[in-house]
């Protein structure tokens, strides 16, 4: 396989997003999109942090070319919430 350009790498994860999920998206960045460098400054920005009490952080391998990096056989999508138990802080 490894001939042939395929080599075992870890599958990237994605955030599997709905239509609706896009759309609030870019709505909202098309409403900020004139904001000027002071009005980002003045954002409190937070980071949050997940544990997961139940469930699998497992990495997943897949056999991939280097270029298929993001193609759909070579992602383990993830949902921000939900699955088992979570704990998240900020």
Request: proline share 2%; with cysteine.
């Amino acid at each position: 396989m490894c001939e042939s350009g395929l080599h075992g790498k870890i599958a990237a994860n994605k955030p599997l997003l709905k239509d609706t999920n896009k759309n609030k998206r870019f709505a909202w960045a098309k409403k900020h999109e004139q904001w000027t460098l002071d009005w980002w400054k003045l954002v409190l920005w937070s980071d949050e942090s997940n544990f997961e009490i139940f469930g699998s952080n497992l990495l997943v391998f897949v056999r991939r070319r280097v270029s298929e990096h993001m193609i759909s056989t070579c992602v383990v999508p993830n949902v921000k919430h939900g699955g088992g138990v979570m704990v998240l802080c900020w």
